[in-house]
């Protein structure tokens, strides 16, 4: 792999700064041009856009960096924390049982669309899905299908449980990334225009709309103007519960490893999936408390600014080059991730559903925890704790669902 232009992690942070405050600048300009421009298209699309395009030409690396570590251990759950420390979870309970049932609906794509997208590819490029023993196309794709119905943890036990070759299973993250990251993407996307989207859906989001204009009821109530000491107080508590989370994390999951290994298949096992779980329900047993007033001097604000790091992060990880260095594969993907996607827009539209449920159930699915929050903030900062409980149910429920769809695609190879 060619070495990129800049590989000390300090230049590139600043690069990827330099981005969000060039979109963020952009965005609010008074300029006609970028006001048209922004109309159409989202700025957290375009903060994730652009990383991928820095990466693809050579001038900074995903793989290269620790960038993406570091905002995805440390700045991730610190931005939960620091979004989920002011919601009302009792009016989160009132969106109803739609978010489940988009949720479910995305699993349910998953487990089929993987067998269909085989079938279809064998038809007109049987070598595509092809192959014998360990390296064998259908072995490789049992990893995509826990990495998208779960996460690392379920794609790494696919990996073990279906003996999936070490070549195949490289270029398989290839293309877990790369279809992941271009479905983001469209969901991005979609949460700028989502009221049109809404109305073509006929669905009802006043529950929602409902549950924003609380919080910015509540915002407005305890706004003040922060001193040093208020962000130093955010900040103690953003990175505190962190600290705590992670403490927990790597007690839990190393002790459930040495007792239970078999608990594994619900990723109890992944210190990520502690820290995440520990780390949000802190921030909600907190959001029960005087610390909720925090959102008065910026909390969410600082919160926002970290997932916005976390997306650029996650930006440069995706080189879109890959995509014509094995092309078979990427096509047996795109009919795989466009099953899932056909199948929720006509959920949606049966049950109403607003596009808020149909992307942050799609994302909880596909990209799990460090990005289902980020598509849920899209539509509200105060949405994001929506996507992190339904990433959970994804990693609890992912090997399951990955083992069947694995099972399908055998039959079907």
């Known amino acids: 792999m060619q070495t990129p232009l800049f590989t000390n992690d300090a230049i590139v942070f600043g690069i990827l700064i330099g981005i969000l405050a060039f979109v963020?600048?952009?965005?609010?300009?008074?300029?006609?041009?970028w006001k048209k421009f922004y109309k159409y298209i989202p700025t957290l699309?375009?903060?994730?856009?652009?990383?991928?395009?820095?990466?693809?030409?050579?001038?900074?690396?995903?793989?290269?960096?620790?960038?993406?570590?570091?905002?995805?251990?440390?700045?991730?759950?610190?931005?939960l924390v620091l979004l989920t420390i002011s919601i009302d979870l009792p009016e989160i309970k009132k969106l109803g049982p739609k978010a489940i049932i988009m949720f479910l609906t995305g699993t349910v794509g998953i487990i089929i669309g993987g067998p269909l997208a085989i079938l279809i590819v064998s038809v007109f490029a049987p070598d595509v899905v092809g192959g014998v023993g360990p390296e064998a196309v259908w072995r490789g794709l049992t990893t995509?299908?826990?990495?998208?119905?779960g996460g690392g943890a379920n794609q790494a036990a696919m990996k073990e449980i279906f003996g999936v070759g070490d070549t195949i299973f490289s270029a398989m993250i290839a293309v877990d990334v790369i279809i992941a990251n271009i479905w983001m993407a469209f969901l991005l996307?979609?949460?700028?225009?989502?009221?049109?989207?809404?109305?073509?859906f006929h669905a009802d989001n006043s529950a929602i709309t409902e549950l924003k204009e609380k919080i910015e009821a509540y915002r407005?109530?305890?706004?003040?103007?922060?001193?040093?000491?208020?962000?130093?107080?955010v900040m103690a508590?953003?990175?505190?519960v962190t600290a705590i989370a992670h403490l927990g994390a790597d007690i839990i999951a190393p002790w459930i490893g040495e007792k239970a290994p078999g608990l594994a298949k619900f990723s109890l096992t992944s210190g990520f999936f502690w820290l995440i779980v520990l780390a949000t329900t802190i921030a909600l047993g907190l959001s029960f408390t005087k610390a909720r007033e925090l959102e008065g001097v910026g909390a969410s604000r600082y919160g926002s600014l970290f997932l916005y790091i976390l997306v650029a992060t996650i930006g440069m990880k995706m080189n879109i080059m890959a995509i014509f260095?094995?092309?078979?594969?990427?096509?047996?993907?795109?009919?795989?991730?466009?099953?899932?996607a056909i199948l929720l827009i006509v959920t949606a539209k049966l049950i109403h559903a607003p596009f808020f449920f149909l992307a942050v159930g799609s994302q909880a699915n596909i990209g799990g925890a460090a990005s289902a929050p980020i598509v849920a903030s899209a539509f509200h900062p105060s949405l994001a704790p929506v996507g992190v409980?339904?990433?959970?149910?994804?990693?609890?429920?992912?090997?399951?669902?990955?083992?069947?769809?694995?099972?399908?695609?055998?039959v079907g190879s």
């Open 220 to 233: 407005a109530q305890i706004l003040r103007i922060p001193d040093l000491t208020d962000t130093i107080m």
């Open 325 to 340: 260095e094995n092309p078979g594969l990427f096509i047996v993907g795109l009919i795989w991730i466009a099953f899932h």
């Open 24 to 33: 963020f600048t952009t965005s609010k300009s008074e300029n006609p041009s």
């Open 45 to 79: 699309l375009l903060c994730y856009f652009i990383p991928s395009v820095f990466n693809s030409l050579g001038i900074i690396s995903g793989e290269e960096s620790n960038l993406y570590f570091v905002a995805s251990r440390y700045l991730l759950p610190t931005s």
């Open 237 to 240: 508590v953003g990175f505190g």
């Open 189 to 200: 996307y979609g949460a700028g225009i989502h009221e049109r989207i809404d109305a073509k």
């Open 389 to 410: 409980l339904l990433a959970v149910l994804g990693y609890a429920i992912g090997t399951y669902g990955a083992w069947i769809c694995a099972i399908l695609m055998q």
């Open 144 to 149: 995509v299908a826990g990495s998208w119905i």
